[in-house]
Antibody, heavy 120, light 110 residues
Framework: QVQLQESGPGLVKPSETLSLTCTVS????????CYWIRQPPGKGLEWIGY???????NYNPSLKSRVTMSVDTSKSQFSLRLNSVTAADTAVYYC??????????????WGQGTLVTVSS | QSALTQPASVSGSPGQSITISCTGT?????????VSWYQQHPGKAPKVMIY???NRPSGVSDRFSGSKSGNTASLTISGLQAEDEADYYC??????????FGGGTKLTVL
């Protein structure tokens, strides 16, 4: 059974960089798109973007100038960096793997999510 | 890209059917059959219930069904059960090759 686990600091200072890693276990990342989706407390979901296992990326235009995603298939990990954070970036961050760049599907796997708070 | 429009809340009694709408534009829902629906219980990750408008992943009850007409997609839950009480979100692929989510709908089972 494929499992995803997010890891990283739960508290980030304003103007600094948020860094999260998603570790995939129980299966291969080959052929999968690796997504990041976030959810501010009490609010809805926001698509951050994805990185394909081969390294190509697609980001939400509203975050594109601040987002960088990377993948390390040898470690079965993919990562998110979001720089110049503000309180508006406080959210639960989910990682997920999907077979397609345009839709969820029957082979989706999600992490449990990790809360990142931006505060001094 | 503006969020898809969903009703903030819907409710129904056990055994009844409810429908949640998800309205977009010709740049997303209206053009692409890549609408998904997610169920989210408090403190849990979203779970895909419907993908590509009307397809159910293995293990999802056939009480859940999806459809689309024009710029509006719909999720119908029949035979409501207490465990269906959750937040539901729709998503769609867009002409910008990005995704957009709906604002979410809180389903209350009375």
């Amino acid at each position: 059974q494929v499992q995803l686990q997010e890891s990283g600091p739960g508290l980030v200072k304003p103007s600094e960089t948020l860094s999260l890693t998603c570790t995939v276990s129980g299966g291969s990342m080959r052929g999968f798109y690796c997504y990041w989706i976030r959810q501010p407390p009490g609010k809805g979901l926001e698509w951050i973007g994805y990185i394909y296992y081969s390294g190509s990326t697609n980001y939400n235009p509203s975050l594109k100038s601040r987002v960088t995603m990377s993948v390390d298939t040898s470690k079965s990990q993919f990562s998110l960096r979001l720089n110049s954070v503000t309180a508006a970036d406080t959210a639960v961050y989910y990682c997920a793997t999907m077979k397609a760049p345009y839709s969820s599907g029957p082979s989706d796997y999600w992490g449990q999510g990790t809360l990142v708070t931006v505060s001094s | 890209q503006s969020a898809l429009t969903q009703p903030a809340s819907v409710s129904g009694s056990p055994g009844q059917s409810i429908t949640i709408s998800c309205t977009g534009t010709s740049s997303d829902v209206g053009t692409y059959n890549y609408v998904s629906w997610y169920q989210q219980h408090p403190g849990k990750a979203p779970k895909v219930m419907i993908y590509e408008v009307n397809n159910r992943p293995s293990g999802v009850s056939d009480r859940f069904s999806g459809s689309k007409s024009g710029n509006t997609a719909s999720l119908t839950i029949s035979g409501l059960q207490a465990e269906d009480e959750a937040d539901y979100y729709c998503s769609s692929y867009t002409s910008s090759t990005t995704w957009v989510f709906g604002g979410g709908t809180k389903l209350t089972v009375l």
